[in-house]
């Protein structure tokens, strides 16, 4: 593999994530249980579970591998993608973990997870309707078609522009761009420049070319999210065709709009039957649009009813 020259790392800080840069001083509390207190205030983990399905799976997984990469438990040459290493040595896991290592272990790449679990967050809550009503499983799918659509668009971007082969940024910039489609006039900032979400995404790259930074990584993810944007907003409004429709399966197992866990079954059985291992999904959220069905006709409507 022909490595890349060492680019300057470009440091995105939000204007929701000053708070993290601000310096407090606190009080000393009179002693306590820690455990206690932490629960009592939410705490990280409580932060950790409230996150929407994929993003908690998402930001989980990536912070875990960047953490590995760089603490030395696996080498970073481990979970870069090198397409030679996969069709000849079967190391099938450089499909996954391109899009969970962040890169070194520094206040960028702290910043960058930040940014992913904020965007990814952000466009969960409420993504296209894609045929499960604007929730978890429309979400899947979406990242589904952006990690393959990556897969395929990157010999192709490397050859017109040097491109790492990490793609958690990538991804990231994917995420950002379609959610600043679905939510144009949302409002944003980047160091306390306001501006609306729908120029969000070439801010940043404008930022990243004046700063010195990598930049193709940003527009290969942007590219990959405006072709989904295409197929999935354009399409359908100009030449009345569904290209893209949320695959069955992912509705059965996650549902009509937000996932939520199933109860436990009383007893606790789990509520399984048979075979099958997997609950029903909760219906405690409700979707934040109606299903989109599969087009087709409508067989049977209108006419006149006999007999009458």
Same mark, same amino acid.
């Given at each position: 593999?022909?490595?890349?020259?060492?680019?300057?790392?470009?440091?995105?800080?939000?204007?929701?994530?000053?708070?993290?840069? !601000?310096?407090?001083?606190?009080?000393?509390?009179?002693?306590?249980?820690?455990?206690?207190?932490?629960?009592?205030?939410?705490?990280?983990? *409580?932060?950790?579970?409230?996150?929407?399905? /994929?993003?908690?799976?998402?930001?989980? @997984?990536?912070?875990?591998?960047?953490? *590995?990469?760089?603490?030395?438990?696996?080498?970073?040459?481990?979970?870069?993608?090198?397409?030679?290493?996969?069709?000849?040595?079967?190391?099938?896991?450089?499909?996954?973990?391109?899009?969970?290592? #962040?890169?070194?272990?520094?206040?960028?790449?702290?910043?960058?997870?930040?940014?992913?679990?904020?965007? !990814?967050?952000?466009?969960?809550?409420?993504?296209?309707?894609?045929?499960?009503?604007?929730?978890?499983?429309?979400?899947?799918?979406? +990242?589904?078609?952006?990690?393959? +659509?990556?897969?395929?668009?990157? $010999?192709?971007?490397?050859?017109?522009?040097?491109?790492?082969? +990490?793609?958690?940024?990538?991804?990231?910039?994917?995420?950002?761009?379609?959610? !600043?489609?679905?939510?144009?006039?949302?409002? *944003?900032?980047?160091?306390?420049?306001?501006?609306?979400?729908?120029?969000?995404?070439?801010?940043? /790259?404008?930022?990243?070319?004046?700063?010195? %930074? +990598?930049?193709?990584?940003?527009?290969?993810?942007?590219?990959?999210?405006?072709?989904?944007?295409?197929?999935?907003?354009?399409?359908?409004?100009?030449?009345?065709?569904?290209?893209?429709?949320? $695959?069955?399966?992912? #509705?059965?197992?996650?549902?009509?709009?937000?996932?939520?866990?199933? @109860?436990? @079954?009383?007893?606790?059985?789990?509520?399984? /039957?048979?075979?099958?291992?997997?609950?029903?999904?909760?219906? *405690?959220?409700?979707?934040?649009?109606?299903?989109?069905?599969?087009? %087709?006709?409508?067989?049977?409507?209108?006419?006149?009813?006999?007999? !009458?």
């Amino acid at each position: 593999i022909k490595l890349l020259p060492k680019a300057k790392a470009l440091l995105f800080v939000p204007s929701d994530a000053q708070s993290l840069l !601000s310096l407090q001083t606190h009080s000393k509390m009179p002693p306590t249980n820690n455990a206690q207190q932490l629960d009592d205030t939410g705490g990280p983990q *409580a932060w950790f579970k409230a996150l929407p399905l /994929v993003t908690r799976y998402w930001f989980g @997984a990536a912070l875990i591998t960047t953490c *590995a990469g760089n603490f030395g438990f696996v080498s970073p040459m481990k979970l870069i993608y090198i397409w030679d290493n996969i069709w000849q040595n079967f190391e099938i896991w450089r499909f996954l973990t391109p899009f969970l290592f #962040v890169g070194k272990f520094d206040f960028n790449t702290l910043m960058a997870l930040y940014m992913l679990q904020n965007f !990814s967050q952000r466009y969960e809550t409420e993504p296209y309707n894609t045929g499960a009503g604007g929730g978890t499983a429309d979400y899947v799918f979406a +990242m589904m078609f952006g990690t393959i +659509m990556i897969f395929v668009s990157f $010999p192709f971007i490397n050859m017109l522009i040097p491109t790492p082969p +990490m793609f958690a940024r990538t991804l990231m910039f994917f995420v950002l761009y379609i959610w !600043s489609k679905r939510h144009p006039t949302a409002p *944003a900032s980047i160091w306390g420049i306001q501006m609306k979400a729908i120029h969000l995404p070439f801010a940043y /790259v404008i930022l990243s070319v004046l700063m010195g %930074g +990598m930049y193709s990584d940003l527009l290969h993810g942007i590219a990959a999210g405006h072709l989904f944007y295409f197929l999935v907003d354009v399409v359908p409004i100009v030449y009345g065709k569904d290209l893209l429709h949320t $695959p069955q399966f992912l #509705v059965d197992q996650l549902g009509v709009g937000a996932y939520v866990a199933p @109860a436990a @079954a009383a007893g606790g059985g789990g509520g399984a /039957v048979g075979n099958n291992t997997w609950q029903p999904p909760g219906r *405690a959220n409700p979707p934040s649009e109606p299903a989109r069905p599969a087009r %087709g006709h409508s067989w049977g409507s209108g006419g006149t009813r006999l007999g !009458s």
